[in-house]
């Protein structure tokens, strides 16, 4: 009891710094140009403030070094540390700067090898249902690497309204350390970390919630996505069917949104680093939903992506299956719906209409039966002209023939 106590109240002093800290940051992010101004792709209408993550990161930081530094192990945090504060200064030089999409992806490559070799936070093998487990050897470099960059990247793509990734973050990182400290019950660091990183976030929170008065900037959204990486990664040192589905199931909403504009810009023959207005939030937008309720939408499917992985941590591997087919069918579903990858693409919609619609069907049918018959017309009239062609050859060389006959 005195443990839990002693623990909570560091987790509020932690976000009263995070609180406290935030107004400071603003006006330091005015001063380094950190900073987002109007513009096509933008939602906000004035400039703001950009560098919010670096309140999150620095009292984030604060907790860890001083505030635990008697429950948690120094060696265990200033690694994860490290890799933390490369993501934050690659963000914080975006924010100012604008960098390439191949230079922020250079930094934090540098941070998942800091992971990898200094931290030790790796894959190492993959237990697979009904098939055994492997060991992935040096496989479990790159695999390491995809899973921060992955997943990163994803948490960064969706901070496109007021408060969405500080709130699909808590949410996620709540979630994941819940599972972590009832089911890696030798992991007692991990669900701590999380904690304190869910408690920074709450302290910024209240200012980046609509309507906001600074946003996280690529400062803040690429350190929580690498944190929620590096975190979930924890538990998939020795990885299982269950721990790889686990925190993708929890970060759902990111991860298919990502997955999907990957899709959408490969249908639109666009670069996949290209940027454009169809992400999840900007396709409720103009569906007619406010921006809070946008917001709010949105945390209620990264709720429900939380409970559905819960749920897989109780279940059978066939319940987790059929689990996982029926997610994905309702996933694609309300994909199609919303129009994510484009309002003529709903191949599962008009399947469901074709066989519950009679008349859609027969009008389906009709259609194909027209474009087979106009195919067989276009095929007859190709052979006619074959045909036609190849008589008036015939009837040019039998004229040479008989006026070379004649002429003899």
């Known amino acids: ?6 623990f909570v109240m560091r987790l509020f002093i932690t976000m009263i710094v995070s ?3 935030t107004p400071i940051i603003k006006l330091i992010s005015f001063k380094i140009g950190a900073v987002d101004r109007p513009g096509d792709r933008r939602i906000n209408t004035k400039t703001m403030p950009t560098a919010g993550g670096l309140s999150i990161f620095l009292s984030f930081s604060f907790a860890l070094l001083w505030e635990f530094r008697a429950m948690i192990p120094f060696d265990y945090v200033w690694p994860m540390l490290l890799g933390a504060a490369i993501v934050v ?39 697979i249902p009904y098939l055994g487990v492997f060991d992935l050897g040096w496989l479990g470099l790159p695999m390491t690497i995809l899973w921060i960059l992955a997943i990163t990247n994803a948490v960064n793509l969706i901070d496109g309204l007021d408060g969405l990734a500080s709130g699909v973050s808590i949410i996620s990182l709540t979630t994941i350390g819940i599972i972590s400290y009832f089911f890696l019950p030798n992991s007692v660091e991990v669900p701590m970390v999380i904690f304190t990183l869910i408690a920074a ?16 900037g690529d400062t803040g959204a690429l350190f929580l996505g690498f944190m929620i990486s590096v975190l979930s990664l924890q538990g998939l040192k020795n990885a299982t069917f269950i721990t790889v589905i686990t925190p993708m199931l929890i970060l759902g909403v990111p991860i298919t949104d990502t997955v999907y504009a990957m899709i959408r810009r490969k249908f639109n023959k666009q670069k996949i680093s290209s940027a454009d207005k ?14 809070r309720g946008t917001v709010l939408t949105i945390y209620a499917l990264a709720m429900v992506f939380s409970f559905i992985a819960l749920l897989m941590n109780y279940a059978s591997n ?13 996933i694609e579903l309300f994909i199609e719906l919303i129009g994510l990858v484009g309002e003529n693409r709903q191949p599962l919609m008009c399947a469901l209409k074709f066989l519950g619609n009679r008349r859609f069907r027969q009008k389906v049918l009709m259609a194909r039966a027209e474009k087979r ?16 062609a190849s008589q008036i050859k015939e009837k040019r060389r039998k004229r040479k023939h008989y006026q070379a006959k004649h002429k003899k």
Do not use: W
């Not at 009891?1 to 002693?6: N, S």
């Open 89 to 127: 200064v690659t963000g914080l030089l975006d924010d100012i700067f604008e960098l390439t999409p191949m230079q922020k992806t250079l930094g934090l490559t540098l941070a998942a090898l800091e992971i990898y070799f200094v931290a030790g936070i790796k894959i190492s093998t993959v237990s």
């Open 318 to 330: 066939t319940a987790i299956i059929l689990l996982i087919i029926s997610t994905g069918f309702g």
């Open 19 to 21: 609180l406290i800290l």
């Open 1 to 6: 009891m005195d443990f839990a106590f002693k």
């Open 373 to 388: 018959q106009d195919k067989q017309e276009e095929e007859s009239e190709d052979l006619d002209l074959a045909s036609s």
């Open 278 to 291: 169809m992400h999840l939030h900007h396709r409720l937008l103009s569906l007619g939903f406010t921006h």
């Open 201 to 216: 976030i709450v302290g910024f929170f209240p200012y980046n919630f609509y309507p906001a008065t600074i946003f996280l």
